[in-house]
């Protein structure tokens, strides 16, 4: 609990250090990073670390077309271009790793995560095709 009489510290209640009326950490969720085929596809972030704007913008202009088994589903760039970051739908972190690496080569350096989708808010949805 945050009590504002305590100069904005935490009251700590638990036996493992967590502030009163807070899940334990992890609260009980298992993360797997590479999911079993029953998970996937799964949202997969990355981090874009742009060292040469001008080579990352002309080299991923390709990321922006469809790939199969990968779909981008966010682009979210700095205004300077020097960070971005993706949100990318696919089978592992892997699929999504082997196509963005070599597409921007040294002009980004990339850092990829799956995505908590229990607790992130605002996932944006790949695109559903009608038969």
Do not use: N
Not at 2 to 10: E, I, S, T, Y
Not at 81 to 90: G, R, V
Request: charged share 20%; hydrophobic share 35%; glycine share 8%.
């Amino acid at each position: 609990m945050f009590d504002p009489a305590a100069k904005g510290q935490w009251i700590y209640s638990g036996p493992d250090g967590t502030p009163e009326g807070c899940p334990p950490p992890h609260g009980g969720v298992t993360v797997d990073p590479q999911p079993t085929r029953e998970d996937s596809p799964m949202k997969i972030g990355v981090i874009h670390r742009i060292s040469d704007p001008e080579t990352a913008q002309s080299s991923g202009q390709s990321l922006f077309e469809a790939h199969e088994g990968v779909e981008l589903l966010q682009f979210c760039p700095s205004q300077d271009f020097s960070a971005a970051t993706c949100i990318w739908e696919a089978e592992s972190i892997d699929a999504v790793r082997d196509l963005v690496d070599p597409m921007l080569g040294d002009a980004s350096e990339q850092t990829y995560f799956a995505v908590a989708t229990e607790q992130a808010v605002g996932l944006p949805q790949a695109a559903t095709t009608s038969t």
